[in-house]
């Protein structure tokens, strides 16, 4: 059980390269989200999915676009990246099922570190 | 604007005191998690707690939550040179998805 990985652990960009960040669970996990973390902000949403097929915005959500096309994966594409982009995402993903103890507690990536120039 | 708020932003004590942070929150809730961050990995779940329970206990941890208040408390006894992480409140506000939303963390230091 490799639980959630995120490709890559680090990427440099210049301003207006795109880009995607990779991440993937093998839990069958029916919810994954992305966070970006920046220093004395904590962790904000940037975009979630419930399930394949179907995503929705976080609190953070332009300059990013996701797909769900598979349970398993879950990208985040930077359209045009801009410095204000340059932080530590995570990718996190649960059953997503509110029914029973625990059902959305969240599994966590090790993080992938942008930095746009 | 974030929905938790951590108190204090940062804490430092000796190894086998005891820490207490703090959690804040805006809005109703379906249940409150801490979650533990090492520097520079991904954050680990550390318990949860639903809206209508009031404490709860995973070994050296203890929670409390007063949702008349919107605030919980993580208490970690006897803590432990390891225990040196930052820790984060996590909201389940409810409705139909399972977002969570997240404080801006606790930096605890425990000094060996």
């Known amino acids: 059980n490799a639980g959630v990985t995120q490709t890559p652990k680090f990427q440099v960009l210049k301003t207006g390269q795109s880009m995607t960040l990779q991440c993937a669970q093998d839990?069958?996990?029916?919810?994954m989200s992305w966070y970006r973390q920046d220093p004395g902000m904590g962790l904000r949403l940037i975009h979630y999915?419930?399930?394949?097929?179907?995503?929705d915005q976080g609190e953070v959500p332009n300059g990013y676009n996701v797909s769900r096309s598979t349970t398993e994966d879950f990208p985040l594409r930077l359209l045009s990246a801009a410095p204000s982009q340059t932080s530590v995402y995570f990718c996190?993903?649960?059953?997503?099922?509110?029914?029973?103890?625990?059902?959305?507690?969240?599994?966590f990536g090790a993080g992938s570190r942008l930095t746009v120039l | 604007s974030q929905q938790g708020e951590e108190d204090p932003q940062a804490l430092s004590i000796q190894e086998g005191e005891n820490a207490t942070m703090n959690c804040s929150y805006k809005?109703?809730?379906?249940?409150l998690q801490w979650y533990r961050q090492n520097s520079g990995r991904g954050l680990v779940h550390l318990i949860l707690i639903r809206s209508n329970e009031r404490e709860k206990h995973s070994g050296r941890l203890r929670v409390t939550l007063d949702t008349s208040k919107k605030s919980s408390s993580l208490l970690i006894t006897a803590s432990r040179a390891a225990d040196t992480a930052s820790y984060f409140c996590?909201?389940?506000?409810?409705?139909?998805?399972?977002?969570?939303?997240f404080g801006t963390g606790t930096l605890l230091a425990v000094q060996p």
């Open positions: 809005t109703s809730i379906n249940n």
């Open positions: 996590a909201t389940d506000i409810g409705g139909a998805t399972n977002k969570l939303i």
């Open positions: 999915s419930v399930g394949a097929g179907i995503t």
């Open positions: 996190a993903s649960s059953y997503g099922d509110r029914e029973w103890s625990g059902a959305n507690v969240l599994t």
């Open positions: 839990m069958n996990h029916e919810y």
